[in-house]
Nanobody, 123 residues
Framework: QVQLVESGGGLVQAGGSLRLSCAASGRTFIGYAMGWFRQAPGKEREFVAAIRGPGGPTYITDSVKGRFTISRDIAKNTLYLQMNSLKPEDTAVYYC????????????????WGQGTQVTVSS
């Protein structure tokens, strides 16, 4: 059974940092694209970042470019999202997702999802 489990969320002050992790199990995700999405209360789920191979091209949404970095460790079957210079508008539930294809920015393109981890940034 495929599972994606996020961790690393929490409460942080504006300007602070967090690193989210997404541990994948149940199969190998070599060749899969993996991404991060987020959903704030009352808003649609939005794309944050995506990557296919480690060291390969990454895709970052404009609102977090220069502050967030996506990476993955194939050996550990783990995806990361390093978030620096956090802002109150980054507050959301962050979800990890995977798809057996190239990276995509649309949530409906992803087949596997984690349960989400809450990130709250106080001003």
């Amino acid at each position: 059974q495929v599972q994606l489990v996020e961790s690393g969320g929490g409460l942080v002050q504006a300007g602070g940092s967090l690193r989210l992790s997404c541990a994948a199990s149940g199969r190998t995700f070599i060749g899969y694209a993996m991404g991060w999405f987020r959903q704030a209360p009352g808003k649609e789920r939005e794309f944050v970042a995506a990557i296919r191979g480690p060291g390969g091209p990454t895709y970052i949404t404009d609102s977090v470019k220069g502050r967030f970095t996506i990476s993955r460790d194939i050996a550990k079957n783990t995806l990361y999202l390093q978030m620096n210079s956090l802002k109150p508008e980054d507050t959301a539930v962050y979800y990890c997702a995977a798809r057996n294809s190239i990276a995509a920015i649309t949530s409906t393109d992803y087949n596997y999802w984690g349960q989400g981890t809450q990130v709250t940034v106080s001003s």
